[in-house]
């Protein structure tokens, strides 16, 4: 696993409570809403797949459990600490450091090398450049891009971009990744690698992970699948 002097688990990840919890979670846009009072929990290392058809309100309640959206009424707890009343400042610096996310497009700065891509969180965090670096490519070589973290975006394959997100999402060591269709722009085959790696090398840091897809075969992959219809939870099944 690659070294980070600079960082500890902190009282978050040794908690025994469920990594992220919400609570009558309510998002209205004008008359509509996209929630309807959620109740969810997502335990330590666990892997959860939200799934549902567009408009369901799965992307809103990512978002919201994510601190990038205020509720209207409910409450998200971290650890069991409530996070949804905190300002924009402090919900930023939590995205920073206990929250990892991948994107369906992976988001990449194109004018950056995969290895500095993958250092961003460090690098904000105040991680030295040479160190963050470092974890970086270790992070790469994990997830099989070794010898490629000189390469910039343009020069990745699509799957080969998704996984240098997934290890931007994990190099700061978060408690929780966020993935937004992470296979969303892949084909079946590297969309399937790169799902097993993102589970993969989760587990193995001990983050819990929260998938946000309209593909049910992807989702029945995932240990856990939690259904949403018209912003409520309709059901929660366990995957093969």
């Given amino acids: ?19 992220l919890s919400g609570r009558g979670l309510v998002k209205r846009y004008g008359a509509q809403h996209a929630l309807a009072g959620v109740d969810i929990d997502i335990q330590p290392g666990e892997a959860v797949a939200i799934v549902g058809p567009s408009g369901s309100g799965k992307t809103s309640l990512l978002h919201v459990l994510a601190g990038i959206l205020p509720a209207d009424s409910g409450e998200v707890l971290l650890a069991g600490t409530r996070i949804d009343h905190l300002g924009k400042a402090k919900r930023s610096e939590l995205r920073r450091t206990e929250f990892g996310f991948v994107f369906q497009s992976g988001m990449l700065v194109a004018e950056l090398s995969a290895e500095e891509n ?3 969180p460090l690098l904000l965090g ?9 974890d970086a490519r270790q992070w790469l070589d994990r997830l099989g891009l070794a010898g490629k973290g000189a390469r910039r975006p ?3 394959s699509g799957g080969e971009a998704q996984r240098v997100a997934i290890a931007r999402a994990l190099a700061h060591q978060p408690s929780v990744i966020f993935a937004d269709e992470p296979t969303g722009a892949l084909d079946t085959r590297t969309g399937r690698d790169t799902m097993n790696a993102l589970l993969g090398a989760a587990a193995e840091n001990g983050a819990a992970v929260v998938i946000v897809t309209h593909d049910r075969d992807l989702a029945e992959s995932v240990p856990r699948m939690v259904t949403i219809r018209d912003g409520r939870i309709a059901t929660g099944v366990t995957g093969s």
């Fill in 1 to 19: 696993m690659p070294t980070q002097t600079t960082q500890s688990p902190g009282p978050l990840a040794t908690s025994t409570r469920p990594a």
């Fill in 118 to 120: 993958a250092a961003l």
């Fill in 126 to 134: 105040g991680v030295s450049r040479g160190q963050a670096l470092a």
């Fill in 154 to 156: 343009g020069e990745l």
